[in-house]
């Protein structure tokens, strides 16, 4: 039976604007507007700055997209801005792409935020929120929300409370399945569903070849909060001291939202340390360059959030990864395929030693690399979109039923 | 993977047995695409010796029930075993396929208009 094409609205960060998972958002809804499903692609998204504005290609075979601006990071209101711009919108159903600290970093603004899609779910609107962490497996200490056993607590019982009220949209998508497992068994909830993470499409084969001059050894993200770089440049001063070729430290990325002055910080501290470079904000057409000259991608990173996508972009770019040990990530490493040396979180000589085993050895870094790739080529975000296509799908058919 | 495909009362009939991985896909999509071509779009794909299917095996399925749907027409599954099926209720993808537990009920299913 012909379904009737959707429009869609999606509620997240997206570039040139900078909050997290603006480039998951990019790639996301670069691929629904392909869907021959999709009638028009909303995109609820933040302001931006001023002198800043949302750019999108326009071509035949793309679903037509309109921009609404309406909510910002840690304002108070954008619950109700939010379900106002989707009443008016008017969409056949509404995804979320958020994680916790997706609406503000202070406690009562992000918590406000999450409150919107059982709210836009109330307005009649067919709702799945994709949750890229989970409130169970965020390391608050790491993550810099939590200073006390007794703050953390409280946090740990208000994110039990929002998880409760997110699963109070019609889906809740999460992209690991043992976090479908701790929903399920915590919450008792029966509407959560495994979503994978997909990978961003359209690089070429890798060559594998590296560019002349220095290895470069890089890492990218917004960093921070638990993601922390001076456990790689400790780790960068050891490696410097051998006898290596020449090495160069790349962190591509900026300031987490939540750490605003951390890499000037950083910068300022480590000033006099030779061969490091912060390349700022790295715009989607310079991505290619600064994962391709890449001789590793290193994670610095003290918990996890859930799938990487700078692991599913490292994959992409057919590079080795260097990755902590931390339960959450070595899952994701087993379930999802992708290889790499492992480190501990703590200790910048046991990283020093990991990236050592990637650089001093050009079989093992192509041998990672291919596993990476291979991985990377799974599952595709344009597969998984079909997915979302599909729930919402169904979605909207139970609902008509239910109607009748 | 092992691949056997057939005409059935006007449906394609393909049964996949083995692993169905990423590695199995091009095979999958390949007879997949050759079944809907024969039989109109009405396609019916028995997973009953399919012990194991991964997210790339299910994009496969998402894929070719999307092209049969084109053609206005559908494809079913039958006979999931139990890993099967519980990675098709983990994805959820239970409730966006025609599934019947038995092969004759799906060819049935899928003549109907």
């Given at each position: ?40 692609v ?24 309109l ?21 008016r ?12 600290a997706?609406?503000?970093d ?39 929300f939590?200073?006390?056993?007794v ?68 890492t990218?993200g ?11 440049v ?39 340390v030779?061969?490091?470079?912060f ?15 890449a ?10 959030t ?9 994959g ?30 703590d ?9 050592g085993?990637v ?46 | ?26 095979d ?11 039989a ?5 794909v ?22 049969c ?18 990675i ?26």
């Amino acid at each position: 039976m012909p379904t009737p094409k959707l429009r869609l609205a999606i509620v997240t960060t997206h570039p040139p604007g900078k909050g997290s998972l603006n480039e998951y958002a990019f790639h996301f809804v670069r691929f629904l507007r392909q869907k021959a499903e999709v009638s028009e692609v909303i995109l609820l998204t933040d302001e931006l700055p001023p002198g800043e504005s949302y750019a999108f290609e326009d071509r035949p075979g793309l679903a037509p997209i309109l921009v609404v601006p309406c909510w910002k990071f840690g304002s108070m209101t954008n619950a109700l801005r939010i379900r106002s711009a989707v009443k008016r919108a008017n969409p056949d159903g509404v995804l979320f792409n958020i994680q916790f600290a997706s609406f503000g970093d202070g406690k009562i603004a992000a918590t406000l935020g999450l409150t919107t899609p059982p709210l836009v779910k109330f307005a009649g609107y067919p709702t799945i929120v994709l949750l890229h962490n989970i409130m169970e497996m965020v390391d608050l200490k790491s993550a810099g929300f939590a200073g006390n056993p007794v703050i953390e607590a409280v946090i740990r019982f208000i994110g039990t409370q929002v998880t409760r009220l997110l699963l109070n949209s019609d889906l809740v998508a999460l992209t690991i399945p043992k976090y479908v497992e701790i929903l399920e068994k915590k919450y008792k909830a029966q509407n959560v569903v495994l979503a994978p993470h997909g990978a961003f499409e359209e690089t070429p084969t890798p060559s594998f070849a590296l560019p002349a001059g220095p290895l470069q050894i890089m890492t990218f993200g917004k960093f921070g909060t638990y993601k922390k770089v001076e456990i790689l440049v400790e780790a960068f001063k050891l490696l410097q001291n051998g006898s290596r070729p020449p090495l160069e430290l790349v962190i591509a990325g900026t300031n987490s939202p939540n750490a605003q002055g951390y890499l000037e910080g950083v910068a300022e501290r480590y000033a006099d340390v030779p061969n490091m470079r912060f390349t700022g904000y790295v715009s989607e057409e310079d991505v290619p360059k600064v994962f391709g000259d890449a001789a590793v991608v290193v994670f610095p990173y003290t918990s996890t959030t859930g799938s990487s996508g700078v692991l599913h972009q490292t994959g992409d770019y057919g590079k080795p990864a260097v990755l902590p040990h931390i339960g959450d990530f070595a899952e994701v490493i087993a379930e999802e395929g992708y290889g790499g040396e492992f480190f501990e979180p703590d200790d910048p000589a046991s990283l020093a030693a990991a990236i050592g085993r990637v650089i001093d050895n050009p079989e093992r870094r192509r041998e990672l690399g291919t596993q990476n790739y291979v991985a990377s080529r799974g599952l595709s975000i344009s597969d998984v979109i079909d997915w979302y296509v599909l729930h919402f799908q169904t979605l909207i058919e139970q609902r008509a039923k239910s109607k009748k | 993977m092992k691949i056997h495909s057939r005409q059935e009362r006007g449906a394609a009939v393909v049964e996949l047995k083995g692993r169905f991985d990423a590695h199995e896909v091009p095979d999958v999509r390949k007879a997949l695409e050759g079944a809907a071509a024969l039989a109109s779009g009405r396609v019916v794909v028995n997973l009953a010796d399919v012990n194991f299917i991964d997210s790339s095996g299910l994009a496969c399925l998402v894929q070719a029930m999307k092209h049969c749907r084109e053609r206005k027409s559908d494809l079913y599954l039958c006979c999931l075993q139990q890993p099967v099926r519980i990675i098709f209720e983990l994805t959820r993808l239970d409730k966006a396929f025609e599934i019947r537990a038995s092969e004759a009920a799906a060819i049935e299913a899928v003549q109907q208009p």
